[in-house]
Antibody, heavy 115, light 110 residues
């Protein structure tokens, strides 16, 4: 069983950068695609993007101008940076493994954008 | 890039069968057949139940099945049980290089 755990600040100010990390255990992060997915309150799931085993990324078209994902194989983790956030970015953020289907997920972390 | 359309709600009595649809508006859905289904109990991590249209993920009861016709995928839950009450989401490769989710279907067990 693969375990994923999100971490990061629960409160971010408007116009600042939301930064989250997902630590994977016990399996190695190498060789897989890793995703970020979010769910605003009362709404559905939204795929943010993924990073492949060699660090190439693909992002949701509506977010790609503000999103950066990175991989740290030495720490077995991957990260999300979402720039210039607004209240519309308030959501539960999940990390998940997979190319186009997501077999293991983190529990999710609530990030609120507010001044 | 296209969206996936699901009905907002579905319901059934214990023991009955319920089918939830997921319609893609592009040819990617039917061409690549990378449709997945997830069960989500609010406050918990979503769980993969079906991948690649009709493959059950490990440990998923055979009461759950997936199928596809044209651009529409279907999730059928047979022998409904109380614990099946949850939100169900489909997802698909909707290319290029993009994954989309449906809006979700709230399944109520009456």
């Amino acid at each position: 069983q693969v375990h994923l755990q999100e971490s990061g600040p629960g409160l971010v100010k408007p116009s600042e950068t939301l930064s989250l990390t997902c630590v994977v255990s016990p399996d190695s992060i190498s060789g897989f695609f890793w995703n970020w997915i979010r769910q605003p309150a009362g709404k559905g799931l939204e795929w943010i993007g993924h990073i492949d085993p060699v660090g190439n990324t693909d992002y949701h078209p509506s977010l790609e101008s503000r999103v950066t994902m990175s991989l740290d194989t030495s720490k077995n983790q991957f990260s999300l940076d979402l720039m210039s956030v607004t209240v519309a970015d308030t959501a539960v953020y999940f990390c998940a493994r997979g190319p186009v289907w997501f077999d293991f997920w983190g529990q999710g972390i609530l990030v609120t954008v507010s001044s | 890039h296209s969206a996936l359309t699901q009905p907002p709600s579905a319901s059934g009595s214990p023991g009955q069968s319920v089918t939830i649809s997921c319609t893609g508006s592009s040819s990617y859905t039917s061409t690549y057949k990378y449709v997945s289904w997830f069960q989500h109990h609010p406050g918990k991590a979503p769980k993969l139940i079906i991948y690649e249209v009709n493959h059950r993920f490990f440990g998923v009861p055979d009461r759950f099945s997936g199928s596809m016709s044209g651009n529409t995928a279907f999730l059928t839950v047979s022998g409904l049980q109380a614990e099946d009450e949850a939100d169900y989401y489909c997802s698909s490769y909707e290319g290029p290089k993009t994954v989309m989710f449906g809006g979700g279907t709230r399944l109520t067990v009456l």
